[in-house]
C-alpha cells in the first residue's frame, strides 16, 4: 500500500478477502480473516507496543468474544 503497509494473502474483487496478513509500517499486524477490505471472522491484531487482542472481528472492529492482553501480561 502507499502507506508502506504490506498485505499477504487472498484477495476478491480488488479487497483483501478470505485470509491474510497486513504488516504496518509501525511493525504492528493483524492476522486472520478478512471480508470486502475489513478485519471479519476470527483474527489476532498486535500493536507496536506488543498489545495483542485475539478473537472475533466484525467489519474491521472487535465483536464477540476474545481476548485482549497488555504488554505487561495482564
Same mark, same amino acid.
Given at each position: %500500500?502507499?502507506?508502506? /503497509?504490506?498485505?499477504? *494473502?487472498?484477495?476478491? =474483487?480488488? &479487497? !483483501? #478477502?478470505?485470509?491474510?496478513?497486513?504488516?504496518?509500517?509501525? *511493525? /504492528?499486524?493483524?492476522?486472520? &480473516?478478512?471480508? @470486502?477490505? @475489513?478485519? #471479519?471472522?476470527?483474527? =489476532? %491484531?498486535? $500493536?507496536? $507496543?506488543?498489545? @495483542?487482542?485475539?478473537?472475533?472481528? /466484525?467489519?474491521? @472492529?472487535? #465483536?464477540?468474544?476474545? /481476548?485482549?492482553?497488555?504488554?505487561?501480561? !495482564?
Amino acid at each position: %500500500y502507499s502507506d508502506g /503497509s504490506i498485505y499477504e *494473502g487472498e484477495w476478491r =474483487a480488488g &479487497n !483483501s #478477502h478470505g485470509s491474510g496478513d497486513l504488516t504496518f509500517p509501525d *511493525g /504492528s499486524m493483524y492476522t486472520g &480473516n478478512w471480508y @470486502k477490505g @475489513k478485519y #471479519h471472522g476470527v483474527g =489476532a %491484531y498486535t $500493536s507496536r $507496543s506488543g498489545a @495483542k487482542y485475539d478473537g472475533e472481528w /466484525s467489519a474491521g @472492529k472487535y #465483536h464477540g468474544i476474545g /481476548s485482549f492482553i497488555w504488554p505487561d501480561g !495482564s
